[in-house]
């Protein structure tokens, strides 16, 4: 048995793709994205800017960074430096997010993410989802984003989305988001709790990255709805180390959510 | 013709009577906070019909009850729920999965640039966000059209054009000078696009107290101003209380039972909480106050 959770794994996999300097906006309600931010932040982003709660800061000197559940909650804005307005903050990608984490009820294996809902007919769907939030203006000019999914389930990672509500590559193509005219970079990893995919350079199609210890490619395949592009040696993704495993433990996530 | 300034004092009862049927309103706060429910409730309360309902950019269940007591006939916001409570309403979602309600599917870029349109009494703005997407294609007003500049693609987003803006905020003065604790999420930009505004306030303060600090003053000259503590209950108002998770689970597991043909508990709810009390007061006294109380945690 590893001494980590799966949870613990995907926060620091999450850390070392996001650099010192960034802003980056801890959503609500992702405990595992909000786990990575924060770590990043913590293990080597000390210029990091951290958005919470409506409002923007450094965390650097809080011992313990206390979760808040939900997204507005004010107690929060004791960290303040500043405050989102929101309704400024799609005026420029300054206000949004350098990274950006996009759930889906469906993500298809170009990367597109449906929070719309399911069914053929958008009138009569067979499941309603949440709706886009901001994640369609957001995922057009953040500089890159990350899929991220708490399930890994053929129903979910679908060969098409039946709306998209979030262009990712379109259908396939390096330029799919060139030619509308997309300013952000896109999707760059699609996390889950099996393996990260990541987008293969000239068709932009996902591909197996690397599996989480203990998952083989066939678990991945069986449970994926699409067929991705799986290369010849398929690495397991990197455990968190211990440094890691020490600030997540002791200063993002003393709760304990990530051990459950 | 007097001298004084008018106060712009209303109470809920007269405040919600400006909202007729057939209307387009804009509810502020975000998710579970700043809702002014005291409107909200006099609202059903008084049987208004066939609203277009304007969400928060991130609505919570204040939009799913308007829904559930039958006053909504469209609503248009990128989100309805409360998060790790309910990732979705009980009643948004079975209206919409049954096509009982019309909806305009947007995300909040989308929504604050069609609020933007119909501030600068625009028909339409263009955006970036939403090209290759489904929400053209499921919003027939929502076109693709050439830059007449460059060529390139872009979307036109319509104006959306709220009759009324209900907002709750920390403080107001009578003439309509409102303060914020916190960022007043996307409350300017209600006011902005609205023909009219109402705010509900957890207290009215004198003149003087606005103009201690008057860069906290985030809209002015609004229309009018209801005096109601505890007014965003059983969501937050930043400063001066937590949401009612309680609460908030009692109208869920109504809602849900509702959904799934049984109208008892949310029949009995409405009665409880909007039909019986007479008042925002009589409302915060069947909630109970050691309840309400209890919500002023830090």
């Not at chain 1, 990575?36 to 965390?59: F, R, Y």
């Not at chain 1, 939030?133 to 129903?155: A, E, F």
């Not at chain 2, 907002?167 to 009578?174: K, M, N």
């Amino acid at each position: 048995m590893p001494d980590y959770t799966t949870a613990e794994l995907i926060a620091a996999f999450l850390a070392r793709d996001l650099h010192d300097g960034e802003f980056v906006v801890v959503g609500a309600n992702l405990p595992v994205p909000r786990a990575g931010v924060l770590l990043a932040h913590l293990h080597h982003g000390p210029n990091m800017w951290i958005g919470l709660s409506a409002t923007q800061t450094s965390l650097l000197k809080e011992p313990v960074l206390e979760p808040f559940k939900f997204n507005r909650d004010f107690r929060a804005a004791k960290w303040a430096e500043s405050y989102m307005l929101h309704e400024e903050a799609f005026d420029s990608p300054k206000l949004m997010s350098d990274a950006f984490f996009v759930g889906g009820i469906q993500i298809d294996q170009y990367g597109n993410s449906n929070l719309i809902g399911v069914g053929k007919e958008y009138r009569r769907l067979a499941f309603r989802g949440p709706g886009a939030i901001g994640t369609t203006t957001v995922s057009t000019y953040t500089k890159r984003y990350y899929l991220y999914l708490n399930s890994h389930d053929p129903r979910v990672l679908v060969e098409r989305c039946d709306f998209i509500t979030s262009f990712g590559w379109g259908k396939g193509g390096a330029d799919a988001r060139q030619k509308l005219g997309l300013p952000g970079g896109g999707p760059k990893y699609c996390v889950t709790p099996l393996c990260v995919f990541d987008f293969e350079e000239r068709e932009k199609r996902m591909r197996l990255k690397s599996v989480h210890p203990g998952v083989t490619v066939e678990d991945v395949l069986a449970k994926t709805g699409f067929t991705p592009i799986v290369p010849t040696r398929v690495p397991e993704t990197e455990p968190p180390a211990a440094d890691e495993l020490a600030i997540l433990r002791r200063r993002v996530n003393v709760e304990g959510v990530l051990r459950s | 013709m007097t001298a004084e300034r008018a106060s712009r004092v209303l109470d809920e009862i007269q405040a919600a009577a400006q909202v007729k049927d057939g209307m387009c309103v804009i509810i502020g706060g975000h998710i579970l906070s700043s809702h002014p429910m005291p409107v909200i409730r006099q609202i059903i309360k008084q049987g208004t019909k066939d609203l277009t309902v304007i969400g928060a950019a991130s609505a919570g269940l204040e939009v799913d009850l308007l829904i559930g007591a039958g006053c909504a006939k469209k609503v248009i916001t990128p989100y309805v729920g409360a998060e790790a409570l309910a990732p979705i309403g009980p009643f948004f979602k079975a209206a919409a999965e049954r096509g009982e309600i019309a909806l305009w599917e947007c995300d909040e870029g989308i929504y604050y640039t069609a609020l933007r349109a119909a501030a600068l009494q625009l028909p339409f703005l263009p955006s970036l966000g939403g090209l290759g997407t489904s929400l053209p294609d499921v919003n027939p007003d929502l076109k693709v059209f050439r830059d007449p500049i460059a060529g390139k693609p872009l979307l036109a987003v319509p104006a959306l054009r709220p009759d009324i803006s209900l907002i709750h905020a920390a403080v107001a003065d009578a003439y309509g000078n409102v303060q914020f604790v916190g960022s007043g999420m996307g409350d300017r930009a209600h006011h902005r696009a609205a023909a009219r505004t109402i705010v509900t306030v957890e207290r009215v303060v004198s003149n003087e107290e606005i103009r201690k600090d008057p860069l906290a003053t985030a809209l002015w000259n609004v229309d009018a101003v209801v005096r109601a503590p505890y007014g965003s209950h059983p969501y937050q108002s930043p400063g001066f209380y937590l949401h009612d998770e309680a609460h908030l689970n009692e109208y869920l597991t109504a809602a849900r039972a509702a959904v799934k043909g049984d109208r008892g508990p949310f029949t009995a709810y409405l009665d409880r909480y909007i039909f019986r009390p007479a008042t925002h007061a009589e409302y915060l006294q069947a909630v109970g106050f050691p309840r309400i109380l209890s919500l002023y945690e830090f």
